[in-house]
């Protein structure tokens, strides 16, 4: 496992490989294709979400296998503000421009004010993107990679909150701990999101 709540510091391109993994995992995500109108701004955005605000304000863990990146995550700490500095938030909406068109800019941020409305009202970790390439799917990668944050969570008595885009994933969620608290309707032809909660073990 590299940077996952530990001080040694992240390989240089912790950040591309992070996102390259995430990239991967979320190419057929129907909430965000809806959203961005294509997965290709997929890897530039979790980039640059990765170098300005998780690793800055949270933290990433990546989980090799047998010298391939096979897991990721990127999760924001309690109390961390979402809001990105101006030019890297430039630079992501034109590369949803570039390769969406207009409508996806506006999906993507009337979504984001909606969903950033329906987090917990207490302090809790956020869990921004979890991803297992496709040939690694099924050897219990997702629970590995998840864990230093989920103990995280229960060694400071903090909830874990996120947004579930894929129905199948939902037994998953459970099995850590997670409960469906409502499903979000994005609307549009755009599928729903599960919003989930993890209360802490202690």
């Known amino acids: 496992m590299l940077a996952a709540m530990t001080n040694i510091p992240a390989p240089p391109d912790f950040s591309h490989r992070l996102a390259d993994v995430l990239a991967d995992g979320f190419a057929d995500d129907p909430v965000m294709n809806w959203t961005f109108g294509s997965p290709k701004p997929q890897k530039f955005i979790f980039q640059t979400l990765a170098d300005q605000l998780y690793l800055q304000k949270g933290r990433g863990a990546l989980l090799p296998v047998a010298g391939q990146d096979a897991a990721a995550c990127l999760w924001l700490h309690a109390g961390g503000n979402k809001q ?5 938030t430039l630079k992501i909406a034109s590369s949803i421009l570039r390769h969406g068109g207009p409508g996806s800019v506006l999906r993507t941020l009337k979504l984001d004010a909606r969903l950033e409305k329906k987090h917990p009202n207490i302090p809790h970790v956020y869990l921004f993107a979890i991803a297992v390439r496709d040939g690694f ?3 219990g990668l ?13 060694e400071h008595g903090l909830p874990a909150y996120l947004e579930n885009s894929k129905a199948r994933n939902l ?14 309707e994005p609307g549009g032809s755009c599928s729903p999101l599960w919003l989930m909660l993890r209360p802490p073990n202690t």
Do not use: I, N, T
Not at 171 to 184: C, D, I
């Open 171 to 184: 037994p998953f969620y459970r099995k850590l701990g997670f409960e469906v608290l409502e499903q979000f």
């Open 137 to 139: 799917q099924g050897k």
């Open 142 to 154: 997702g629970g590995k990679v998840l864990a230093p944050m989920l103990q995280h969570c229960d």
């Open 84 to 88: 990105l500095p101006l030019v890297p």
